[in-house]
């Protein structure tokens, strides 16, 4: 991992009655059904507006996130999952009030 490598470990949003719910303090966390993506936004609009204007500078800097999801199992706990290695590619596609996240890679060298 290099100086350019942050680690990740966002809550996963939940779909309810078909909407999108924040589970992490306003925070919307998607990951695609194929985990080739994530897309972040957050519930109150100064922050999207805030977080938009921001991505680019870690898309300049060519940031990398090393992401463990987390989630509640069935019996409640918590529980992280590695996802893989992503990389900011700017505004979501399918909504302008994510920032997309697509992953490079599926696993990632951890060394002593």
């Not at 680019?56 to 992401?67: F, K």
């Not at 069935?74 to 996802?83: A, E, K, S, T």
């Not at 290695?85 to 002593?112: A, L, M, Q, T, W």
């Amino acid at each position: 991992m290099s100086e350019k490598t942050r680690l990740w470990c966002p809550k996963l949003s939940i779909i309810e009655n078909g909407a999108t719910k924040s589970v992490a303090a306003g925070w919307l966390n998607i990951l695609a059904k194929d985990w080739s993506y994530i897309d972040e936004s957050h519930v109150d609009k100064e922050t999207v507006k805030e977080r938009s204007a921001n991505y680019l500078e870690e898309i300049e800097a060519g940031l990398e996130r090393v992401v463990f999801a987390k989630y509640k199992d069935n019996l409640g706990f918590n529980r992280y999952q590695f996802v893989g290695v992503f990389k900011s590619i700017g505004i979501s596609p399918d909504n302008e009030e994510f920032v997309r996240y697509e992953r490079i890679d599926d696993k990632v060298k951890i060394i002593k």
